[in-house]
């Protein structure tokens, strides 16, 4: 059974800088597309960051773009989500997923998801 397993967060205040990371039960390459996706308390879950296992595809929500990095490490079966300049609107709890289908990739199409790791951001 295919799993992911996030690690890295923790409390940081405003201006901090966090380095998740999720390391797939298997090769990454069977994957279409990882990502990362929050759930703020009281909140829905959102996008945060996708990006294609190719690497021709590249999304990140406006919220984040320009603070945080999404990467991957196909040697080591891991994705990774460098957060920097982290606001306290970032708390959240945050999961890594996979889309093993084709040309899917979005918070709906995920079929693979970790447990996920909690942020916090205090100001």
């Known amino acids: 059974q295919v799993q992911l397993v996030e690690s890295g967060g923790g409390s940081v205040q405003t201006g901090g800088s966090l380095r998740l990371s999720c390391e797939a039960s298997g090769s990454v390459s069977r994957y279409y597309c990882l990502g990362w996706f929050r759930q703020p308390p009281g909140k829905e879950r959102e996008e945060v960051a996708l990006?294609?296992?190719?690497?021709?595809?590249?999304y990140y929500s406006g919220s984040v773009e320009g603070r945080f990095t999404i990467s991957q490490d196909s040697a080591k079966n891991t994705v990774h989500l460098q957060m920097n300049n982290l606001k306290p609107e970032d708390t959240a709890k945050y999961y890594c997923?996979?889309?093993?289908?084709?040309?899917?990739?979005?918070?709906?199409?995920?079929?693979?998801w970790g447990q996920g790791t909690l942020v916090t951001v205090s100001s």
């Open positions: 990006q294609n296992t190719a690497g021709t595809f590249t």
């Open positions: 997923a996979a889309s093993t289908r084709l040309r899917i990739c979005n918070l709906a199409g995920m079929d693979i």
